[in-house]
Nanobody, 127 residues
Framework: QVQLVESGGGLVQAGGSLRLSCAAS????????MGWFRQAPGKEREFVAA????????WYKDSVKGRFGISRDDAKNTLYLQMNSLKPEDTAVYYC????????????????????WGQGTQVTVSS
């Protein structure tokens, strides 16, 4: 069974940086894409960024463009999210997720299209 384990969250001041990691453990699994989502208290889970695993195509939520960077290391089986110029409104639990199988109609911005999720890591940005 494959598990996704996030790490790298923490408390940071506004303007600071964090790098989240998501390691896949267990049996080897193929994936079409992986993404990062976040959920703030009292709010719905929202898309942050996504990347197709083979081609490296990326997508970002508008409010994080230019500040966040998603990347992957196939050899390490790890997904990353580099977060710079953090703002208090970035405070949330961040989840990584995977789309296991390619479908032509997959919308990488929608959480419902992801079938494997990590447990989340807390990111808190103080003002």
């Amino acid at each position: 069974q494959v598990q996704l384990v996030e790490s790298g969250g923490g408390l940071v001041q506004a303007g600071g940086s964090l790098r989240l990691s998501c390691a896949a453990s267990g049996r080897t699994f193929s994936r079409d894409a992986m993404g990062w989502f976040r959920q703030a208290p009292g709010k719905e889970r929202e898309f942050v960024a996504a990347i197709t695993w083979s081609s490296g195509n990326t997508w970002y939520k508008d409010s994080v463009k230019g500040r966040f960077g998603i990347s992957r290391d196939d050899a390490k089986n790890t997904l990353y999210l580099q977060m710079n110029s953090l703002k208090p409104e970035d405070t949330a639990v961040y989840y990584c997720a995977a789309v296991s199988t390619y479908y032509s109609r997959t919308n990488y911005l929608e959480a419902a299209h992801y079938d494997l999720w990590g447990q989340g890591t807390q990111v808190t940005v103080s003002s």
